[in-house]
């Protein structure tokens, strides 16, 4: 069960390349570019053969010998993938230390976002002493559009001390305007590094071959431009003492081709061994004589690489040692253009031998390269079924699609290991009919009879052991949660773990299903010890998804102050790994909304609402897309109207019904419905309970028969409909269950939700003394934190916090003053209201009259009847009933027309 081990990187990659002999020194070219140090980019952009990385590497040496701190990275193909390219930086500039994944993107498809990315590798760039000079070979390999972005954020940062050489043999897409504008720009192009006149003679001087005359060397200028490549390849065919003029004739400018021409006449005068060696090895990014006698199936590779270094035949020695090395880009290039005109057979097993060799050297991703060009799709599915593990946990995701990509879909579904990552990948980005096939076909590999012991059924438990992590995974994410809190609890006991992150992500899982049964009571302890879990093996997204799931928890108790220190927590985490505008940044900010609006904290909910509305739903856990859609619609009903709240809820219904997310759709169905009877519209929300299936499906709404967020929405919905039909004896028997249970169970923010809900029914039913009961309950359990929630239960649930207020009564603690008035003032209610012991019609008792209760007083005075008041005021009957009992207990009357009379009396109407 050990994970993956960092991605190996051949330390090669942090060294300049070297030629044996045949260099000159530049001296008045590197003077130059030395007066330009201080600019953020030196950028050597030229076509393949003007020695680019030559003059890199005299700079780089030149800088070494002034003290200077310079760092050389040389790029290939495979750094296309942001995350591998940043841990490149890092390891770069830590000093060449083997490569590790980077830690905040173990186990997240999606990967860390590149500011985080450039702001890691700014962080580390500020803890060094003095500038840093960082070298970029053949940048021109780098297409990724997020490897980009990171250097040209890099390049634009308010760090000072970071400048990059860069070469290139075309202009990169960076941000080279508004550098040249800022003056942080040195460019070199081909005709400043061109050879001079001088510069040729001193060049070809160093080789075997007659003094050239000085209207020898200008044709040969002439006809290479200075082109150093091409003056090399030229020196080495005149070695063979071809008469210079004869040469000079045959070798036209005009040529479609010059360099091909020219590594023609090169091998034409080598030997035959040599000749076939530089054919062979020209198919291999780097190689060492090792490798290079395993292509030929020869074994004096080490002689012939010392002859070729001899030669001066473009060989780049990529360390110390000399052990490995490549050719120039060029004339490798020509080089294997060659052999498959030659021989396509020969090149063919040439690659076989290279990618069976890189292979069991741990060199699977150069060897996977070989098996696609050899078009062998099962050896390159195996070689990357082999490693997908490791390039998914270091969070080499694109690296990893690009390869999968490439593979044929029959060989895909013979690829457990593979597939599994990227049903991973798959149930992050909320693909979960993609994860859910390749689930299924992953299964179909297991073989049942498979011999107990063998090295072949060891590899098979690990891969069923993945396999039910990632079928949990799958269920917690599409809203399963009963079948996924059993399916956790079976794996969590039936495997020893050493795999940290699966362990890990697992208990978070556990957790957030077991809070949605009301039964997770998870510590702040064993949060911490998740959270070292993760980290310790680089899953740095894990805890947010941590802090998001636990930060619900413990909001969901009512221990508030807990829950916004999570909360907060996840979403600078988040912020820092993926940017402020990112969906992992949503996914931690939408419970902080919801939880700030029910703390009556407006406008920081609002602002932060406002900030996560342009990110996709479809992310991370349900629980948070039902904060931000709900608490939103709450929010719009009270800044835009019921209109665009309802077509808000409309959406996340569908939404869910696409993704099939069953808590979400009876959160919804209990907004809407609440919604409704706020405006008075009862049948319509009759009709929305009468219709959904999920709710009509239920024989029972009590807690004994399935106590969790479903049942208890549906229940909510019931009793709400109920309470305006006069219903009032089941929905009070119903909420009292779920009253009890929630108590006991301590899942405080729960139980006042329901207890106010209560608290109506009850009063409604003329238990007046029992609705008192449990307002004093929801009052307790709340501990002075949640307003909203009282809120929202409106103008019946205000009178009775009046009431409350008003009594002397000894249960009512001295200490509830200020949140009874906090919860007055937020109902728009003046807070300071007088004390008084029995109603009486006194004209300070008539001040207690809400605007609802005028508008109803002036309605009826225009000879309204009670239907046409609640028509007119978008209320129901039975609610104009309610405030009519009010009115009189106020004015001290019993009948309409007396309090109608009495209004007038005091000026309250006209």
């Known amino acids: 069960m050990n994970g993956p081990t960092p991605w190996p990187i051949l330390p090669t990659k942090f060294t300049p390349p070297t030629q044996a002999g045949g260099l000159i020194e530049r001296e008045v070219l590197l003077d130059q570019i030395e007066r330009s140090l201080d600019k953020s980019l030196l950028l050597i952009c030229a076509p393949a053969g003007y020695g680019k990385s030559s003059l ?371 149930i992050i980005r909320w693909r979960f009919f993609e994860a859910r096939r390749l689930l299924f076909e992953t299964q179909q590999l297991l073989d049942p009879d498979i011999v107990e012991g063998s090295s072949a059924a060891q590899e098979q438990e690990l891969l069923r052991v993945t396999l039910e992590h990632r079928d949990c995974m799958l269920q917690t994410f599409t809203d399963q949660l009963h079948p996924a809190e059993r399916a956790i609890t079976n794996w969590l006991q039936a495997y020893q773990h050493s795999d940290g992150f699966m362990l890990a992500s697992a208990r978070v899982a556990w957790m957030m299903c077991r809070r949605d049964s009301y039964q997770s009571l998870v510590s702040e302890l064993e949060v911490d010890e998740l959270r070292r879990q993760f980290l310790k093996v680089g899953a740095g997204y894990g805890t947010v998804f941590l802090d998001v799931v636990a930060g619900c928890v413990f909001a969901s108790r009512g221990q508030v102050a807990i829950a ?6 996840a979403h600078a985490t988040a912020i820092r790994i993926q940017g402020r505008d990112s969906s992992l940044a949503s996914m931690a900010a939408a419970p902080l909304v919801q939880l700030w609006y029910e703390t009556d904290r407006l406008g920081e909910a609002r602002r932060l609402l406002t900030e996560i509305s342009n990110s996709s739903l479809d992310f991370g856990i349900v629980d948070s897309i039902i904060s931000r859609v709900i608490t939103g619609a709450l929010l719009t009903r009270l800044d835009a109207g019921y209109t665009v709240a309802h077509e808000q809820l409309d959406a996340a219904h569908q939404f869910a019904m696409r993704f099939r997310l069953p808590r979400l759709r009876a959160r919804v169905l209990a907004a809407q419905v609440q919604l409704y009877v706020e405006q008075g519209q009862v049948v319509q929300a009759e009709r929305l309970l009468e219709r959904d299936p999920d709710f009509t499906a239920l024989k029972s709404l009590f807690p004994e028969k399935g106590a969790d967020s479903s049942r208890e929405n549906f229940a909510m919905a019931f009793a709400r409909v109920s309470l305006e039909n006069g219903h009032y004896a089941n929905a009070i028997r119903v909420l009292r269950r779920w009253a009890n249970l929630l108590q006991e169970r301590q899942y405080y923010r729960h139980f006042v939700r329901v207890s106010l809900l209560l608290a109506r029914l009850l009063f409604r039913s003329g238990d007046n003394l029992a609705a008192r009961r449990a307002l004093i309950e929801a009052l307790s359990r709340s501990e002075g934190q949640f307003v909203r929630i009282f809120v929202d239960e409106g103008e019946e649930l205000r009178g009775l916090l009046l009431q409350l207020k008003q009594s002397t009564a000894a249960d009512i603690p001295l200490a509830w003053t200020g949140y009874l008035d906090k919860l007055l003032a937020a109902f728009g209610q003046r807070p300071e209201v007088p004390r008084v012991t029995e109603l009486v019609s006194t004209d300070a008792s008539a001040e207690l009259l809400s605007e609802r209760e005028l508008a109803i007083i002036r309605l009826t005075a225009q000879n309204l009847a009670a239907k046409e008041v609640a028509q007119a005021l978008g209320l129901t009957e039975n609610t104009i009933k309610w405030y009519w009992q009010r009115i009189f207990e106020k004015l001290g009357v019993r009948k309409r027309k007396l309090a109608v009379r009495a209004a007038r009396e005091r000026g309250l109407i006209h």
């Open 564 to 569: 916004e220190r999570l909360l907060l927590s």
């Open 56 to 426: 890199m590497t005299a700079l780089f040496r030149r800088l070494q010998q002034r003290h200077l701190l310079a760092t050389w990275l040389g790029l290939d193909g495979y750094d296309n993938d942001v995350v591998r390219f940043s841990s490149l930086l890092l390891s770069a500039l830590d000093g060449h230390s083997a490569i590790n994944a980077s830690g905040s993107h173990h186990g997240l498809g999606s990967g860390p976002s590149t500011p985080y990315l450039a702001a890691e590798i700014l962080e580390r760039v500020m803890q060094l002493p003095d500038r840093v000079y960082l070298f970029l070979d053949d940048f021109h390999l780098i297409t990724d559009t997020r490897v980009l972005e990171l250097i040209s954020l890099l390049l634009t940062s308010s760090v000072h001390n970071l400048h990059l050489v860069v070469s290139s043999r075309e202009l990169p897409r960076l941000p080279l305007p508004r550098l040249r504008a800022l003056g942080q720009l040195h460019e070199i192009d081909s005709a400043a590094i061109s050879f001079s006149e001088k510069e040729a003679r001193q060049f070809m001087a160093g080789f075997h071959i007659p003094e050239l005359s000085e209207t020898q060397l200008i044709t040969l200028l002439g006809k290479t431009e200075g082109w150093p490549a091409s003056l090399r390849m030229a020196s080495i065919a005149l070695e063979s003492g071809v008469d210079v003029d004869t040469f000079l004739q045959r070798f036209s400018g005009a040529d479609r081709d010059i360099a091909a021409f020219l590594v023609e006449e090169v091998l034409a005068e080598q030997s035959q061994e040599i000749e076939q060696f530089l054919l062979a090895t020209s198919l291999l990014k780097s190689f060492n004589a090792e490798l290079a006698n395993e292509v030929l199936g020869i074994s004096s590779a080490r002689d012939l690489i010392d002859q070729i270094e001899v030669k001066h035949l473009f060989l780049l020695g990529l360390d110390r040692e000399r052990n490995w090395y490549r050719y120039h880009h060029l004339f490798a290039d020509l080089l294997r253009r060659i052999l498959m005109d030659r021989s396509p057979r020969l090149a063919q097993q040439y690659h076989r031998r290279a990618g069976q060799w890189l292979a069991g050297h741990g060199r699977e991703l150069e060897a996977i390269e070989h098996a696609f060009i050899l078009d062998d799709q099962e050896w390159a599915g195996t070689l990357l079924d082999r490693i997908s593990p490791a390039l998914f946990s270091s969070g080499q995701t694109t690296t990893l699609q690009a390869l999968a990509d490439q593979l044929d879909p029959n060989v895909m579904q013979r690829l457990p290991r593979l597939q599994l990552e990227l049903v991973w990948d798959n």
